[in-house]
């Protein structure tokens, strides 16, 4: 088993063991934070940053701030689109919740293919996801198909094309990594299964971003979502992003007529022609202090690397197995991600027929902030930055201490 002097040599050797400094700690210098796939913790930078952008750019420019508050939504995008996606300038906008983005993108791409009559999505999809799709499919009298992947190893392109060449499929809508077990679907493999069937796919980036080096363009994607608060630690509630592959965006019309995506928004003239490029899937007015966040903390990743982020993500999570099968597999729990870490993202769940209250009280009586997804997973989400390697080591030594404190009655 891997000793605590050996975690603290992956720390010494870490290329990136410069930036969990860069990360406001907590007071609480017992406390371990493991659930940065829910909300990544907060630079330094990016704190300074909001400081500065309230008092300077709000309190001092007031309305002058819009000089250059306009466009912010799209440089941002590319930036994120530049750092961790893979995509060419000019395919991304930052605004509005990730939930909406995809109602937008999803409703635009049902417009797209009128005689489709059938959408297609994960039967363990992210709910908000889901529901999303459940309306537009109530709304348009569309048949919703649920795809019943492996609980560990998610959809496989044959999968999807199986179900695609069955029905005429509008629009396949699946996560990139699932936010419960962590698997990493093939993003190219499935992309193409479906436009090989007429579909076309809207990928849910929320899990993946930030810590899995994607290539939207190579893999011809035509259309994805994401969240920026999650591996991207743009803060809570900081704005999601939509991706149009440049290709489509002129086909696509998006349901919600907003200024902000009208050809000269400030003429204020009678009818709503959309703009010829991506600024078209905008809406109304930005959230300016979250979308400065953002790219705060995006310019941070910048910096780390997206291929050194993913090389942490993937020795992170291999020293949670590692330690899971030394100590937890004894002790009644069992891997609920796949064991490849190239076929994962940033995080792992363990299951477990306690995991509620081993979640609650990993936290309130040993300080290990992980999260429980009902009825049995609990998830070790790293914060691919910031948590150091032994802290890894010492939260899952706090596990089977608590595993062993209640004798397997957990
Ligand atoms: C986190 C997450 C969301 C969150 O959506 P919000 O609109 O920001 O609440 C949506 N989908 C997936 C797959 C997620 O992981």
């Known amino acids: 088993v891997v000793s605590r002097d050996a975690a603290e040599e992956l720390d010494r050797i870490d290329p990136l063991r410069d930036f969990p400094a860069r990360f406001v700690a907590p007071p609480d210098p017992g406390r371990i934070y493991l659930n940065g796939n829910s909300l990544g913790p907060l630079p330094h930078a990016t704190a300074a940053r909001l400081a500065d952008a309230v008092l300077h750019e709000w309190g001092h420019q007031q309305v002058d701030g819009w000089d250059h508050w306009l466009g912010l939504s799209e440089r941002v995008g590319n930036l ?232 942490r993500a993937e020795v992170l999570t291999r020293l949670v197995v590692d330690l899971f099968d030394a100590w937890l597999a004894p002790r009644g729990f069992a891997l609920a991600s796949p064991r490849e870490p190239h076929q994962r993202g940033g995080h792992i769940a363990l299951r477990h027929p306690d995991a509620e209250n081993i979640c609650r009280r990993l936290q309130d009586d040993h300080g290990v902030v992980t999260d429980f997804r009902s009825p049995d997973i609990l998830r070790i989400g790293p914060a691919l930055l910031s948590t150091r390697f032994v802290e890894i080591w010492d939260a899952m030594d706090r596990l089977r201490r608590l595993a062993d404190e209640t004798g397997g009655g957990l």
């Open 80 to 311: 994120i689109g530049q750092t961790a996606l893979g995509a060419a300038a000019g395919q991304i906008v930052v605004a509005d919740s990730t939930t909406v983005q995809l109602y937008k993108l999803a409703s635009a791409a049902l417009d797209a293919r009128p005689d489709g009559t059938a959408i297609v999505v994960d039967r363990g999809e992210f709910p908000s996801d889901r529901y999303v799709l459940e309306g537009l499919a109530d709304a348009r009298g569309l048949r919703l198909i649920y795809l019943d992947s492996h609980p560990v190893h998610g959809p496989q392109p044959h999968a999807v094309a199986r179900v695609t060449a069955a029905g005429n499929v509008a629009l396949v809508c699946l996560s990139l990594v699932s936010y419960r077990s962590g698997a990493l679907a093939d993003l190219a493999g499935v992309t193409r299964a479906a436009r090989d069937a007429g579909a076309l796919t809207l990928w849910d980036l929320s899990h993946a971003v930030g810590a899995v080096d994607i290539l939207l363009d190579d893999a011809q994607v035509d259309l994805a979502v994401g969240c920026t608060y999650k591996h991207l630690n743009g803060g809570p509630g900081s704005p999601g992003f939509a991706f149009v592959r440049r290709d489509v965006q002129t086909a696509l019309r998006q349901p919600i007529q907003g200024w902000f995506g009208q050809e000269d928004m400030f003429a204020m003239g009678p009818a709503y022609i959309p703009r010829a490029d991506v600024g078209r899937f905008q809406t109304g007015t930005p959230p300016i202090l979250g979308l400065v966040a953002v790219e705060s903390s995006v310019r941070l990743l910048a910096e780390a690397g997206i291929d050194r982020a993913r090389r």
